[in-house]
Antibody, heavy 121, light 105 residues
Framework: DVQLLESGGELVQPGGSLRLSCAAS????????MSWVRQAPGKGLEWVSS????????YYADSVKGRFTISRDNSKNTLSLQMNSLRAEDTALYYC??????????????WGQGTLVTVSS | SSDLTQPPSVSVSPGQTASITCSGD??????VSWYQQKSGQSPVLVIY???RRPSGIPERFSGSMAGNTATLTISGTQAMDEADYYC????????FGGGTKLTVL
């Protein structure tokens, strides 16, 4: 069975940094693009970033471009999101999601349970 | 990508058909998928590539596309279908609709 397990979320002060991780299992990790999607409390889904299966291409929402960096370690089946210059509006539940099919973007057929990031002083 | 517009809420009686729309500029040129999110749970893919249903998703869920509007239809709606539903479209980036709260009265 496909499993995605996020970790790293916590309370951080505005301007601070945080690194999220997602441990994947149950599929050939390097064959699929992966993404981060976030959901602010009581709000809808917002795509944050995606990375190709090889890790050679990455994509970002305008709201996080220049502050967040997505990466992956295919030898450890791990997806990461380095978050710098955090703002209150980055407060959300961050989901790791697997992209269906072989493209860099697409539908998300598996989701983790999410890790909560709270940006507050 | 442009915004995707969904109605904030839809109500349906048990056993009836619920339709949730998603519209956006040039949406017809992109693939649309739909996600169900029940309270306190992660989203679940129920429709992808406009009309395709993942394995394990009941046949009462179907998707269609006409022009720049995609529609998720739930036939014979059950109480267990009460949830938030989100459309998604992608090309070089990904965008979600604002979500629709489906209430089964």
């Amino acid at each position: 069975d496909v499993q995605l397990l996020e970790s790293g979320g916590e309370l951080v002060q505005p301007g601070g940094s945080l690194r999220l991780s997602c441990a994947a299992s149950g599929f050939t990790f390097s064959d699929y693009a992966m993404s981060w999607v976030r959901q602010a409390p009581g709000k809808g889904l917002e795509w944050v970033s995606s990375i190709s299966g090889s890790g050679g291409s990455s994509y970002y929402a305008d709201s996080v471009k220049g502050r967040f960096t997505i990466s992956r370690d295919n030898s450890k089946n791990t997806l990461s999101l380095q978050m710098n210059s955090l703002r209150a509006e980055d407060t959300a539940l961050y989901y790791c999601a697997k992209v269906l099919g072989g493209t860099d973007h697409g539908d998300f057929d598996y989701w983790g349970q999410g890790t909560l990031v709270t940006v507050s002083s | 990508s442009s915004d995707l517009t969904q109605p904030p809420s839809v109500s349906v009686s048990p056993g009836q058909t619920a339709s949730i729309t998603c519209s956006g500029d040039k949406l017809g040129d992109k693939y649309v998928s739909w996600y169900q999110q029940k309270s306190g749970q992660s989203p679940v893919l129920v429709i992808y590539q406009d009309t395709r249903r993942p394995s394990g998703i009941p046949e009462r869920f179907s998707g269609s596309m006409a022009g720049n509007t995609a529609t998720l239809t739930i036939s014979g709606t059950q109480a267990m279908d009460e949830a938030d539903y989100y459309c998604q479209a992608w090309d070089i980036t990904t965008i979600f609709g604002g979500g629709t709260k489906l209430t089964v009265l």
